[in-house]
Nanobody, 125 residues
Framework: QVHVVESGGGLVQAGGSLRLSCTVSRGPFTRYTTGWFRQAPGKERDFVAA????????KYADSVKGRFTISRDDAGNTVHLQMSSLKPEDTAGYYCAAAAFLNRDFTSPQAYPYWGQGTQVSVSS
């Protein structure tokens, strides 16, 4: 069973930075297409960023372009989301999701079968 674990959330002031990490393990592959989604109370789960399994393609929501960067470490099984210039509207639970060999539909939660438990990001004004 593929295991997805997020880390790195916390409380930060507006304009600050945080780095989230997502490690995918226990599956048959080392590298998975990995996406980050976020969900605020009472709202739907929204796409934030994704990187495909071969690191060929990255995709970002318009709301985070230029502020967030997604990357994969050399081992291949951990993906980071570097968040800068954070705004109060970035406050949400952030969830990591993984899929084997996903090459399209990065923004759709339904495309990812494996999910982590989430980590909270709170940005104060």
């Amino acid at each position: 069973q593929v295991h997805v674990v997020e880390s790195g959330g916390g409380l930060v002031q507006a304009g600050g930075s945080l780095r989230l990490s997502c490690t995918v393990s226990r599956g048959p592959f080392t590298r998975y297409t990995t996406g980050w989604f976020r969900q605020a109370p009472g709202k739907e789960r929204d796409f934030v960023a994704a990187v495909d399994w071969s690191d060929t393609t990255t995709k970002y929501a318009d709301s985070v372009k230029g502020r967030f960067t997604i990357s994969r470490d050399d081992a291949g099984n951990t993906v980071h989301l570097q968040m800068s210039s954070l705004k109060p509207e970035d406050t949400a639970g952030y969830y990591c999701a993984a899929a084997a060999f996903l090459n399209r539909d990065f923004t759709s939660p339904q495309a990812y079968p494996y999910w982590g438990q989430g980590t909270q990001v709170s940005v104060s004004s």
